[in-house]
């Protein structure tokens, strides 16, 4: 899909009157859970919640994937609904999850994203008052600005004393330029456009390998580990993933660093399937399959 459709097709403005479709449709005339705008200067997303007047004891923190180049939170909204959803199920007494809305290229090109996730953080660590009860989590771009972010800390002190409990990557574009990256018969996703919407992130003035902006460049073992949190790393991707080789290899350096990490990798899955599944699936299992283990996976590390 050209990036300028894609923009429109996931914006705000389609995307909610698709959710109040999908959800007419199940007999659901108003939302379950209470989510709000958070728009300030240098920081707009969407805060979900199921009591606002209560503190949180778990705040996932999203960023979505689209390319750098398409995509909000508000497409995603379904998905973080139900998430925030399966995560009361399991045992949470009020979770709550903020999802970013960055500047898409060309409007701006990094760091103004990386920038702007850092944003979102310090808010969400305003909010959260011990940092080990946030997850920070992301799809494709969105595990890559992640990524970047935690990278980012390592040299922080006034962050690095403040990561994460928890990171959650699904389909993570680990490297934005890998010769590694190749196409696959299923996935979706194709490795020339991908180097495209890539190199249109990185911009004109950073080098492709500079690993902040393309974090599978960073291969110090330190580094990761001082960049991992508390509690680690849980990984998803599809057996089918024109981005799997990088996951894998990133997964393989993090252990080497003495990390928790675990995965799952979907048989025959392609990119950002947990996502994916939700719409396509013709089961409420299949659909749930994938974020079920992702509450599963938050429950176990943040207890």
């Excluded at 479709?21 to 805060?47: C, D, Q, S, Y």
């Excluded at 990256?181 to 020339?192: E, I, Q, V, Y």
């Amino acid at each position: 899909m050209p990036a300028f459709l894609g923009r429109v097709f996931f914006s705000k403005h389609v995307s909610l009157p698709f959710l109040r479709f999908r959800m007419l449709r199940h007999g659901i005339v108003t939302a379950p859970l209470r989510w709000n705008e958070i728009n300030r200067p240098g920081l707009k997303g969407i805060w979900i919640t199921h009591n606002r007047q209560e503190q949180p004891d778990v705040i996932i923190y999203y960023c979505h994937g689209g390319g750098f180049s398409m995509g909000s939170g508000y497409f995603y909204m379904e998905f973080l609904l139900a998430w925030v959803s399966l995560l009361k199920d399991a045992g949470y007494r009020n979770p709550a999850l903020f999802a970013l809305e960055y500047t898409l290229v060309p409007d701006a090109v990094y760091p103004t994203q990386l920038q702007e996730t850092l944003a979102g953080y310090e808010y969400v660590l305003s909010i959260a008052r011990d940092s080990t009860r946030i997850c920070v989590s992301g799809d494709s771009a969105g595990a890559t600005l992640i990524l970047s972010f935690l990278l980012y800390i390592t040299d922080h002190p006034e962050l690095r004393h403040q990561r994460p409990g928890l990171a959650v990557m699904i389909s993570p574009w680990v490297t934005i330029v890998s010769r590694n990256n190749r196409d696959t018969a299923s996935d979706f996703l194709n490795a020339n456009s991908l180097e495209l919407y890539g190199r249109q992130y990185i911009g004109p003035k950073v080098p492709s390998d500079d690993p902040l902006v393309s974090p599978g460049n960073c291969k110090d073992v330190k580094k990761w580990a001082d960049a991992s949190p508390e509690k680690g790393w849980y990984f998803l991707f599809g057996s089918e993933e024109v981005l799997g080789p990088e996951a894998r290899e990133l997964i393989f350096l993090l252990r080497n660093a003495g990390t928790e990490v675990d995965y799952y990798e979907e048989r025959g899955g392609i990119h950002a399937w947990p996502v994916a599944s939700l719409y396509l699936g013709e089961t409420k299992d299949e659909r749930l399959h994938g974020l079920r283990d992702i509450a599963r996976a938050v429950r176990d590390r943040i207890s």
